[in-house]
Structures are given as structure tokens and as C-alpha cells.
């Protein structure tokens, strides 16, 4: 019975330090270009839409720049995924470009 708590509490414990591990690594800014903003109501979009993902923490989308700062867990949000997104709100290209 004793073996049995002890282990637990390794098990637990084990949980504990894993959590704590992922933590300290996410979330990670990654930067995204989005040339086809123009306005405040562009960068809200694209705040908004990218803040609702699974694994994003917060979204700052730069008007002066084109560049969108995305905190997130690398491990559940790609940035692959965030330029889809972009690129589907239609602000990956520049007005104009293909
Ligand atoms: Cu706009």
C-alpha cells in the first residue's frame, strides 16, 4: 500500500515537472508578415481571428510594419498555421499583388 502512494507521488510529481518544463518554453513570439492590412479594422481582424486559435496566447498586429506578433505555444500552433489564416483573411499580400 505504501509502494503504491510513493509511486503516485512519483507519477504526479513527474506531471508537475513536465508541465512546468512546456511552460517555460511557451509561449514563443513568432512574427508574421501581413502586407495586405491598411487600417485598424484590418489589424482587429486579424488580432481577433488569430487570438481565438488553440495555443495562442496574444496577438499584436502592427500597422506600421505589416507584422503581426503572435504569442503562442509553438508546439500547438505552427507558423504555418498562422499564415494560413492570414492568408485566408486576405492580408497576406499586398493590395494589388498576387
Ligand atoms: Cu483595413
Not at 502512494?5 to 508537475?16: C, D, E, K, M, Q
Not at 488569430?50 to 503572435?70: I, N, P, T
Request: charged content about 20%; some cysteine; overall charge negative.
Amino acid at each position: 500500500m505504501k509502494s503504491i502512494s510513493v509511486g503516485l507521488i512519483v507519477i504526479a510529481l513527474g506531471f508537475f515537472a513536465a508541465s512546468c518544463g512546456s511552460e517555460s518554453e511557451a509561449p514563443r513570439a513568432v512574427h508574421v508578415s501581413a502586407p495586405g492590412m491598411h487600417c485598424d479594422g484590418c489589424t482587429s481582424t486579424v488580432e481577433e481571428t488569430l487570438a481565438k486559435m488553440a495555443g495562442v496566447d496574444s496577438v499584436f498586429a502592427d500597422l506600421d510594419s505589416k507584422e503581426v506578433a503572435v504569442y503562442c505555444d509553438t508546439t500547438v500552433v505552427s507558423r504555418g498555421d498562422l499564415e494560413d489564416i492570414i492568408a485566408k483573411l486576405g492580408f497576406a499580400t499586398a493590395p494589388g499583388e498576387q
